[in-house]
C-alpha cells in the first residue's frame, strides 16, 4: 500500500511563507506525476501545481503562479511546495496526490490545513 504523508501546514500571516512536504512510501520514480491540489470550504478541489517525476516539467494554477514552487528531493521520495506571498485566499486543506507509472492508479496523502489570517 502506497502512502503519502503530508506535513508542513499550519496558521501564517498574509505575506507570509510555509513549505508544504509529501513523503512517498515508495520511489517518485514509480509515478508518472506527483502534485498539490487543494480545498477550500464549500469549493470543489483545485489543482494548485504539478511535476514530472522524469525532467523539469512543472505546471501551475494561475492563481498561484509566481509564488508557489512545486520541487522534488529525489534520493527522499519527497515533493515539496514552497508558498510565498501567501494570501487570505489560499486558506485550504492541501492533498499531496500521485499517479503511478502501474496501471495509471492515483494515489492521494490525508491532507495539510493552511490557514492565512491575520
Known amino acids: 500500500q502506497v502512502q503519502l504523508v503530508e506535513s508542513g501546514g499550519g496558521l501564517v500571516q498574509p505575506g507570509g511563507s510555509l513549505r508544504l512536504s509529501c513523503a512517498a512510501s515508495?520511489?517518485?520514480?514509480?509515478?508518472?506525476?506527483m502534485d498539490w491540489h487543494r480545498q477550500a470550504p464549500g469549493k470543489e478541489r483545485e489543482l494548485v501545481a504539478a511535476?514530472?517525476?522524469?525532467?523539469?516539467?512543472?505546471n501551475y494554477a494561475d492563481s498561484v503562479k509566481g509564488r508557489f514552487t512545486i520541487s522534488r528531493d529525489n534520493a527522499k521520495n519527497t515533493v515539496y511546495l514552497q508558498m510565498n506571498s501567501l494570501k487570505p485566499e489560499d486558506t485550504a486543506v492541501y492533498y499531496c496526490?500521485?499517479?503511478?507509472?502501474?496501471?495509471?492508479?492515483?494515489?492521494w496523502g490525508q491532507g495539510t490545513q493552511v490557514t492565512v489570517s491575520s
Open positions: 515508495r520511489s517518485i520514480f514509480s509515478f508518472n506525476v
Open positions: 511535476t514530472s517525476t522524469s525532467g523539469d516539467g512543472t
Open positions: 496526490h500521485a499517479r503511478s507509472i502501474f496501471g495509471n492508479i492515483n494515489y
